[in-house]
Nanobody
Framework: HLVESGGRVVQAGGSLRLSCAASGRSLSNFAMGWFRQAPGKEREFVAAITWHGINAWYEDSVKGRFTISRDDAKNTVYLQMNYLKPEDTGVYYC???????????????????WGQGTQVTVSS
């Protein structure tokens, strides 16, 4: 069970930190990803991190602005978002992929578990 939090309305240029907390199972053996979905659009990749936290990937438009991290002691994954833009608006979902690989999927299909999402709205 994954629960996202931290989404809210923020002005362009501002920052947010999203959290994804797990209950009922440890995330330590899961690769984790953040995806977002804007109205009328498909769910798109934002960032992902390997199960050991060594490797991370980002969608090109968020590179240098967003940082994904994980704290397995707290069973939580974070997405720090800086210099937010109106085009970052959407529902942000975290996903867990049972994977011990050094590669993390950047499409939704391989993910085993999803949270319910948290709304991020960036006003111009």
């Amino acid at each position: 069970h994954l629960v996202e939090s931290g989404g809210r309305v923020v002005q362009a240029g501002g920052s947010l930190r999203l959290s994804c907390a797990a209950s009922g199972r440890s995330l330590s053996n899961f690769a984790m990803g953040w995806f977002r979905q804007a109205p009328g659009k498909e769910r798109e990749f934002v960032a992902a991190i390997t199960w050991h936290g060594i490797n991370a990937w980002y969608e090109d438009s968020v590179k240098g602005r967003f940082t994904i991290s994980r704290d397995d002691a707290k069973n939580t994954v974070y997405l720090q978002m800086n210099y937010l833009k109106p085009e970052d608006t959407g529902v942000y979902y975290c996903g867990a992929e049972a994977s011990s690989s050094d590669y993390v999927a950047r499409v939704p299909a391989p993910y085993d578990y999803w949270g319910q999402g948290t709304q991020v709205t960036v006003s111009s």
